[in-house]
């Protein structure tokens, strides 16, 4: 018989002020944030901390908690405003980020949602499914993966926007999700999702499976199956 699947991994989640949070299990705090350009080639940012003063002139975060272990994070520049919800789920944090272009043209944002692990270096790495990948566009299988001797965290868009548009990735110190593609017309707004998942063991596929049961696309297929080679097919085989 095959071993049992591992339950969901034990975290704390910790809302900072400047907008990112700060995910706790294993023993290990490992901070998540984002970098959103603004017009003019600047980023603004939602840091694992206090708010951080690089971006644009007059950036404004806020925070505040929604109860039930939800929380709420506005975040106002001159060009859009960001509404982040965060919900602590039972093996997964839950993130919908709303943008409201504040302008009266088309406005593109480049967008990049991460891991920090400088203080928690991973150990093995899947970018979209292949093992110590380093960046991929995959939209059949926009994942991030990573893992310690003793866990891992998975990070993955959710809505199609995103879905479409993400390009994942785990170099350097950092793993997570960006789009260089999402715009909003002038007075626009979309919400954007994506989800975290702690995971008690370093597997892969065990990320896979949870995030399968959440969304409901664990089906079982009925029969055999084979792959089929590309190589070596001529028009006399068909």
């Known amino acids: 018989p095959l071993p049992s699947e591992p339950g969901p991994a034990d975290y704390t989640l910790e809302v900072q002020p400047g907008g990112g949070f700060i995910i706790e299990t294993g023993g290990r705090r490992l901070p998540l944030e984002a970098v959103l350009s603004y017009p003019d080639a600047g980023d603004n940012k939602l840091a694992a901390g206090p708010v951080d003063p690089t971006g644009e002139p007059g950036w404004k975060v806020a925070t505040r908690e929604l109860g039930g272990d939800a929380f ?28 409201t272009n504040l302008t009266d043209e088309d406005l593109g944002i480049i967008i990049d949602n991460h891991l920090d692990a400088a ?32 866990a891992g965290i998975g990070i993955l868009p959710l809505d199609d926007v995103y879905v479409v548009q993400s390009v994942v990735y785990a170099k350097g110190d950092r793993a997570g999700a960006r789009t260089e593609e999402f715009g909003l017309p002038a007075g626009g707004s979309y919400a954007l999702e994506w989800a975290v998942y702690p995971c008690a063991v370093p597997d892969y596929y065990d990320f896979v499976n949870r995030v399968r049961n959440d969304e409901g696309r664990r089906v079982t297929v009925e029969g055999s199956f084979a792959f089929i080679p590309r190589t070596g097919v001529t028009k006399k085989h068909l």
């Open 72 to 99: 709420e994070v506005v975040a106002t520049g001159a060009s859009y405003e960001l509404r982040r919800t965060i919900r602590r789920l039972p093996g997964r944090i839950a993130v919908s980020d709303h943008f």
């Open 119 to 150: 203080q928690s270096p991973w150990q093995a790495s899947w970018v979209a499914g292949y093992p110590e990948g380093v960046e991929r566009k995959e939209a059949c299988s926009p994942s991030t993966f990573v893992a310690w001797d003793d």
